[in-house]
């Protein structure tokens, strides 16, 4: 495995949760690294003050040129628009990488930017990780450790691409304590669609049918206990966020919102007859096999 060292000047566009965890984890990792930050001017004032960057730049030119690595940690549309200045931006031999929750749209248009720089690499990435609240001030060093982290190029038991770059990312990965796993980019769509999409969704929905059947003496909330609280800690997450996951993976989704109707509709119709019990049994599975593999 290639030293994560070789990395000596990271680039990290968007310094929120995400692309602000990794840049702390980044730092550190790699003694004596560089890390350089492009985002909005107050969340460079605020990722430099916690020491997640070295170099506030204004520019993603400013930030990308000279980087052995690119860290692309914008909202999904944001980090699409980006791809034609940072592959124009790019060092021959650099490896540009992406933090997006959907895959298939980003891929897609990193394969026709970066043909005009061959010399530079295109891998995505999405680490299944993250927190209801976001921004810098929630960005953690250790946020990857022991979540999964998806990588795009292969699918599951091919052989891995023998790049020295991609090897230092993996090594790199793995000493933040992450695990690197690889799919196709419509594999992980659909299972993202089912496991972090769809659950996202079903609490704001939750919340949404709480909030309007709450009157003005604060029932039902107001007997609400531990159950309602840890079924709503999605509802938190920022529309701002979820907006482009939307956008950009809007059949996976549509799929999976159709799949739980049916599964709700089913209960409706069982809800005074044993057949319910079944449905009990089969959550109470998937709730052990999760807690398995975690």
């Known amino acids: 495995m290639s030293e994560p ?7 990290v566009l968007g310094t929120g949760l995400i692309g602000g965890s990794f840049a702390l984890a980044v730092k550190r990792q790699i003694p004596g690294v560089v890390v350089a930050g492009y985002d909005r001017p107050e969340e460079l004032q605020k990722a430099r003050s916690r020491g997640a960057i070295d170099e506030a730049c204004a520019d993603i030119p ?29 060092e021959t031999g650099a490896l540009v990488t992406d933090a997006c929750s959907t895959k298939a749209a980003i891929c ?24 209801e609240a976001s921004g810098i001030e929630n960005a953690d060093a250790t946020l990857l450790h022991g979540a999964r982290y998806v990588l795009v190029g292969v ?3 091919d052989k891995l691409p023998e790049d020295a770059r991609v090897e230092a990312f993996v090594g790199l990965l793995e000493k933040m304590g992450a695990e690197p796993v690889w799919f196709d980019a419509e594999t992980h769509d659909w299972a993202a ?18 909030e309007d059947e709450t009157d003005e003496t604060g029932l039902p ?8 609280r840890d079924a709503l800690r999605l509802a938190a997450s920022p529309y701002s966020v979820w907006r482009d996951i939307c956008l950009t993976n ?3 989704v549509r799929r999976a919102l159709d799949r739980m109707e049916q599964a709700v509709e089913y209960l409706r119709t069982h809800l005074t007859s044993r057949e319910l019990e ?15 593999g975690q």
């Open 62 to 90: 400013g930030a990308v040129g000279g980087a052995a690595l690119v860290y692309i940690a914008l909202p999904i549309v944001a980090a699409i628009r980006s791809l034609g200045e940072v592959a124009a931006a790019a």
């Open 250 to 252: 809007t059949e996976n």
């Open 193 to 210: 669609g089912i496991v972090s999409h769809l659950p996202q969704l079903v609490s704001i929905a939750l919340g949404r049918v709480i």
């Open 108 to 131: 897609r248009e990193a394969a026709e930017q970066f043909r005009a720089n061959l010399g530079a690499k295109f891998l995505g990435g999405h680490p299944m990780a993250g927190r």
């Open 5 to 11: 060292s070789k990395f000596r000047r990271v680039a």
């Open 278 to 292: 079944k449905e009990f049994r089969a959550a109470n599975e998937a709730y052990k096999a999760l807690q398995k």
């Open 221 to 228: 909330v107001s007997l609400a206990g531990g159950g309602l």
């Open 155 to 157: 699918e599951p038991g």
